[in-house]
C-alpha cells in the first residue's frame, strides 16, 4: 500500500510539473510535425500522408519520451531533487518505474497527436489500430529506457541533450523512419537492424502503410528483446551509480 501511494505521488508529480512543458512540446510535438511537413514538402506529396505517417508517430514517441525522461531525471539530480527521493523510504524500483511509466505515458500520447491531424486529411479505416498501439507502447518502453540510461550516465542537462540527440538523429535516417532501409547503402543496413525503433517503425509501416521488411510478431519479439536488455543495462547502471 505504502509503494503504491509513493509510486503514483511521483508519477503525479511528474504530470504536474514536466507534462506539456514547452521543451517537451517542442521535442516532442512540434520538432516531429516540422520535420514530417518538410518532407512532405520535399517530396512535393508523391509520399503521401499515410507514407509518413508511421515515421512521424515514431518519431514523436522517440523524441517526446527521452526528452521527458533524460532531461527531467538530470534536471531533478542537478537540483537535488532527486538525491531527496533517493533518501526517502521508497525502493528504487518503485521510484525507477514510476519515471519510466510517466514518460512511457507521454509517448504514446505523442504518438497519437499526429494521428487525429492525420485523420483530417485522409481515410485511416483500413488501419489496424490495435497493432499500432502495440508498436506504440513497444517503442515507448524502449525510448523511456534509452532516456533511463542517458539520465543515469549524465550530469549536467546539457550533457543529457546531448546524450541524446546523439542516438536520435541516426535514428531518424537509419530507422526507416522516412528513408526505406533498402535504399540505404550496404555499409549502413546492418547498423539499422541494431537499433529497436527500426523494427517498431516496421511495425507501423506494415499497419498503416501497408509494407514492412520483417513480420509482425518477429518485430515485436525483437523490440521486447531490446526492451529487455535496455532494462538489464539500466539496472546495472542504477546498482552502479544510484545505490550506496
Known amino acids: ?15 504536474k510539473n514536466y507534462y506539456l512543458k514547452p521543451p517537451n512540446i517542442s521535442w516532442g510535438i512540434i520538432f516531429p510535425l516540422s ?9 512535393q506529396g508523391s509520399i503521401g ?3 509518413l505517417l508511421p515515421g512521424l508517430m515514431a518519431m514523436s514517441v522517440l523524441f517526446g519520451t527521452t ?5 527531467t531525471i538530470t534536471f531533478e539530480r542537478r537540483g537535488r531533487s532527486f538525491d531527496r527521493l533517493l533518501l526517502a523510504p521508497v525502493s528504487i524500483s ?8 510517466g514518460a512511457i505515458l507521454f509517448g504514446i500520447f505523442n504518438a497519437f497527436v499526429p494521428v487525429v491531424f492525420a485523420s483530417f486529411f485522409t481515410d485511416l479505416s483500413g488501419v489496424d489500430w490495435g497493432i499500432a498501439v502495440i508498436a506504440a507502447v513497444l517503442i515507448a518502453i524502449t525510448s523511456a529506457l534509452l532516456g533511463l540510461l542517458i539520465a543515469i550516465s549524465a550530469r549536467e542537462v546539457f550533457e543529457a541533450q546531448t546524450f541524446s540527440n546523439f542516438f536520435r538523429f541516426p535514428m531518424l535516417f537509419l530507422c526507416g523512419l522516412y528513408i526505406p532501409i533498402n535504399n540505404l547503402p550496404q555499409l549502413l543496413k546492418p547498423i539499422s537492424f541494431c ?14 502503410a501497408g509494407n514492412s521488411i520483417f513480420d509482425i510478431i518477429f518485430n515485436i519479439i ?3 528483446a531490446f526492451a529487455a536488455l535496455l532494462f538489464y543495462l539500466c539496472q546495472r547502471n542504477i546498482k552502479k551509480k544510484w545505490i550506496l
Open 1 to 15: 500500500m505504502h509503494a503504491s501511494i509513493a509510486f503514483w505521488n511521483i508519477l503525479k508529480k511528474d504530470i
Open 35 to 43: 520535420w514530417t511537413l518538410m518532407q512532405l514538402v520535399r517530396s
Open 49 to 51: 500522408i499515410l507514407g
Open 67 to 71: 526528452s521527458m525522461l533524460a532531461v
Open 94 to 101: 518503485t521510484l525507477v518505474f514510476a519515471k519510466i511509466l
Open 195 to 208: 537499433l529497436p525503433l527500426t523494427y517498431g517503425t516496421d511495425i507501423l509501416n506494415a499497419t498503416i
Open 222 to 224: 525483437v523490440m521486447l
